[in-house]
Each structure stands twice: as C-alpha cells, then as structure tokens.
C-alpha cells in the first residue's frame, strides 16, 4: 500500500479499492517511511520488536529476581531456625 501512495494513488482510491479504512492505510505509510529512513519521527519496526523483547526480558528477569528473593528469605529463615546453627 505505501508502495502505491509513493507511487501517486491517493489513499482515498486505495480506501474504495481495497477497504482497509484511510487510518490504517495512512498508518502503513508512516510505518515504511520510518523504515525506510524517510522520516526520523517514531520507531521502525525493528526498534518496536527490540523494544517488546526488552520488554519481555525485563518482566522475566523481575519476576526472576522476586522469585530469588523469596527463597534468599527463606534460606534465611531456616537456617536461623536449625538447633545448634552458630551465627556470626
């Protein structure tokens, strides 16, 4: 679609053509453009996927570390709970 625009259809003709609706045709314009280093305005596409992995690593490594947490907070407390255990 954006191949079309760049090449002169307006998206209007496009709308009646094919029927996605003007935003999302006007959107995929904006997209390739960014991709395409036409405009420095927003992500590209490969920025927004290395951002969601980031993302998902980051929520991963969080719940990781929480879980961690919690059992360096129960090693804790059971090994100051064994009887005769010495604690410096």
Do not use: H
Not at 23 to 29: A, F, G, L
Not at 32 to 55: A, N
Not at 62 to 67: D, G, N, P, V
């Amino acid at each position: 679609m954006a191949e079309l625009v760049r090449a002169g259809c307006s998206i209007k003709e496009l709308v009646k053509e094919f029927e996605p609706c003007y935003e999302t045709i006007r959107n995929w314009v904006r997209q390739t453009d960014r991709d395409d280093g036409l405009t420095l305005s927003g992500f590209t596409t490969q920025e927004k996927e290395e951002l969601r992995k980031l993302r998902r690593e980051n929520r991963q490594l969080k719940l990781e570390w929480e879980i961690l947490a919690e059992a360096a907070a129960w090693f804790a407390r059971e090994a100051g709970s064994l009887p005769g255990s010495t604690s410096s």
